[in-house]
């Protein structure tokens, strides 16, 4: 049991800005939030996957199919860093595969969407991978060293893909009237979405405060959805996209942008498993993980054998 000497002591460290290492004692409760919170970020990237992946083959040229491609592998990359950090906390990445394949473990619930159009890639990357990157910056600076550290490479990645989501969406808001169509459509479906990935209210969220209070999390997630909707309305006006919310109004007194109400009815249902495609991607996920298990298993026998080989020459 924690004792409530530990609990000071280690809240002290918390509040004088030092990092939390593998090796240090923790609260188990710590402990289990981040794992839960982390594992749900990996399974996230790893699910991400599959709306982009869909459209490498038929992305409008070769420069076009090499760019998604190689960003799909980065989504790869994400994952296992993330998971590579969890199991510092001593959790099994089976188990915590395994844990959102069949059972209750989630994930962003923006990857529960389809992608109708190529203008949805483009969208995906200016809105989606804009949203993470503002969630993002701000766990790279958590208090726990290696969730800091994976976030800190992620996000020179992420900043990237929304670089290149904006310069295509640009493109397309620049294009033929159907392009330009196109475009607007996929905001229009994906801006609220995009919203929502923050997670609810604070008010609402039952793990907010105390994410806050030991510093895995730096900012509420109110406070990161107002500063991305701030930068999205500047970014969107630049080329000629509009938000589809009409009540999205600059507010002189806060300087920020007053938004609409976001359809949290929606949001939840998406959570529980209603979504537009959240059964379609667990059946890809699981048929993938499925279909894989032979290689992980000749794996495991490989680096067994050379361990043992190894063994027997020293």
Known sequence: MDTQQQLDEFQKRIDNGET????????????????????????????????????????????????????????????????????????????LVEDYLYGNAK???????????????????????????????????????????????????????????????????????????????????????????FGPHDSDSPNSAELIKWAVKTKTNDELRQHFVDRMVMEAEAIGISLPDPNLKYNEETGHWDFGDIPWDEFWSVVKGDGPMNRERMRARRKAYEDGEWVREAAMEYARKKKLREGKAS
């Open 20 to 95: 939390i290492e593998p090796k240090d004692w923790m609260p188990e409760r710590y402990r289990k939030q981040l794992i839960r919170m982390m594992s749900q970020h990996a399974h996230s990237e790893i699910v991400g996957m599959l709306p982009e992946g869909n459209w490498i083959t038929r992305a409008p040229s070769l420069k076009r199919k090499m760019v998604l491609l190689a960003k799909v592998q980065d989504e790869a990359g994400h994952g296992l860093y993330l998971y590579s950090a969890t199991e510092t906390l001593g959790a099994e990445r089976r188990e």
């Open 107 to 197: 994930y962003s619930s923006i990857f529960n969407y389809p992608t109708l159009t190529y203008a949805d890639i483009c969208v995906i990357g200016w809105l989606v991978d804009g949203a993470a990157i503002v969630n993002q910056t701000m766990l790279a600076k958590s208090s726990y060293g290696p969730y800091a550290r994976a976030n800190l490479r992620i996000c020179k990645e992420e900043s990237f893909h929304k670089k290149q989501g904006y310069e295509m969406l640009a493109k397309m808001a620049d294009g033929t009237p159907e392009q330009q169509r196109m475009a607007q459509d996929a905001v229009n479906r994906w801006w609220w979405p995009t919203l929502m990935m």
